[in-house]
């Protein structure tokens, strides 16, 4: 089976940074996009970046500049590098997986399996 599970998140202050990590497991790491998405309280879920297997990225515009997303193959791992953190990035973080696919992936409706999520807090 397809499996994500993510870690990495935490309480921080504003300003600092976070790594979450997003292991994949169950598929051939060499055909996928993995996309990172927040759920924030009364928010809609929102994209947040995502990686394909051959290396093209996308980022949302919120967070342009300071995330950056990676992907170590040898450990079918995504990571995604979030610096200069804000309050409004306090949200429950999730990895999703399109299989298959070596397209950036926008839509929640295209990735097959999600992760548990971790939370991300940001204070002020």
């Known amino acids: 089976d397809v499996q994500l599970v993510e870690s990495g998140g935490g309480l921080v202050q504003a300003g600092g940074s976070l790594r979450l990590s997003c292991a994949a497991s169950?598929?051939?790491?060499?055909?996928?996009?993995i996309g990172w998405f927040r759920k924030a309280p009364g928010k809609e879920r929102e994209g947040v970046s995502s990686?394909?297997?051959?290396?093209?990225?996308y980022y949302a515009d919120s967070v342009k500049g300071r995330f950056t997303i990676s992907s170590d193959n040898a450990k079918n791992t995504v990571y995604l590098q979030m610096n200069s953190l804000k309050p409004e990035d306090t949200a429950v973080y999730y990895c999703?997986?399109?299989?298959?696919?070596?397209?950036?992936?926008?839509?929640?409706?295209?990735?097959?399996?999600w992760g548990q999520g971790t939370q991300v807090t940001v204070s002020s």
């Open positions: 999703a997986v399109a299989v298959n696919n070596r397209k950036v992936v926008y839509y929640v409706y295209e990735y097959d399996v």
């Open positions: 169950g598929f051939t790491f060499d055909d996928y996009c």
């Open positions: 990686i394909t297997s051959d290396g093209s990225t």
